[in-house]
């Protein structure tokens, strides 16, 4: 992505369209046949983030050093049980990408579950990811926000000149719209920066 190589620059392509010049569809029962029972070994999940703990020496007294072990312990709880729908994900079809760079922190904030691959499993590509959800509105729920933040880290790299940049955010705010998501003001405001109205 660092590169540019994402096609989500023009307003003449649909999400739909979209998703499928820039990731390969896989159907979640081959991924399981290729993982086997090696499965937690081939794919690891990097939409988590294990909570760090913290450092005594980073307080000013021990009732706030306390406090941020509980809080800790808390998340600490919710990581360690955090379950699946379904392994590797609840949908049927996952994705792959070969390209790397940002796009892992793109899925993510998009609310895919993301797996980086090894052995057999990078066939998939670099990064394999899917739905963990089911009963309401994939695009508007995560195509649309991951094709809006792939727009936006490109027009904040260089890679999108600003009037391409605004007229993309436009058209996906549209369509977010019709997809029963967000308003076209919200969605705009999101991803221009603007304030909402």
Not at 49 to 69: H, K, L, Q
Not at 128 to 133: E, H, R, S, T
Not at 193 to 197: C, G, Y
């Given at each position: 992505?660092?590169?540019?190589?994402?096609?989500?620059?023009?307003?003449?392509?649909?999400?739909?369209?979209?998703?499928?010049?820039?990731?390969?569809?896989?159907?979640?029962?081959?991924?399981?046949?290729?993982?086997?029972d090696?499965?937690?070994?081939?794919?690891?999940?990097?939409?988590?983030?294990?909570?760090?703990?913290?450092?005594?020496?980073?307080?000013?007294?021990?009732?706030?050093?306390?406090?941020?072990?509980?809080e800790?312990?808390e998340?600490?709880?919710?990581?360690?049980?955090?379950?699946?729908?379904?392994?590797?994900?609840?949908?049927?079809?996952?994705?792959?990408?070969?390209?790397?760079?940002?796009?892992?922190?793109?899925?993510r904030?998009?609310?895919?579950?993301?797996?980086?691959?090894?052995?057999?499993?990078?066939?998939?590509?670099?990064?394999?990811?899917?739905?963990?959800?089911?009963?309401?509105?994939?695009?508007?729920?995560?195509?649309?926000?991951?094709?809006?933040?792939?727009?936006?880290?490109?027009?904040?790299?260089?890679?999108?000149?600003?009037?391409?940049?605004?007229?993309?955010?436009?058209?996906?705010?549209?369509?977010?719209?019709?997809?029963?998501?967000?308003?076209?003001?919200?969605?705009?405001?999101?991803?221009l920066?603007?304030?909402?109205?």
């Open positions: 992505m660092e590169n540019g190589n994402y096609k989500s620059s023009d307003t003449n392509v649909s999400t739909e369209d979209w998703i499928a010049l820039n990731f390969r569809a896989v159907d979640s029962s081959i991924v399981q046949a290729v993982i086997g090696e499965g937690y070994d081939m794919l690891t999940r990097v939409d988590l983030e294990a909570p760090e703990e913290p450092d005594e020496d980073d307080f000013e007294s021990e009732e706030e050093y306390e406090e941020a072990v509980e800790y312990e998340k600490l709880e919710e990581f360690e049980n955090e379950t699946l729908h379904g392994y590797p994900a609840a949908w049927g079809t996952m994705w792959g990408c070969l390209s790397t760079g940002d796009i892992e922190e793109s899925l904030v998009s609310g895919f579950v993301v797996y980086d691959t090894s052995g057999p499993a990078e066939d998939f590509g670099a990064y394999l990811f899917g739905v963990d959800g089911g009963g309401y509105n994939f695009y508007a729920a995560h195509w649309i926000p991951l094709r809006a933040t792939i727009c936006q880290m490109r027009h904040e790299n260089g890679y999108l000149q600003t009037e391409a940049f605004e007229a993309i955010i436009q058209m996906l705010a549209e369509e977010q719209s019709r997809c029963g998501g967000d308003s076209i003001e919200k969605f705009t405001a999101r991803y920066k603007l304030e909402a109205a």
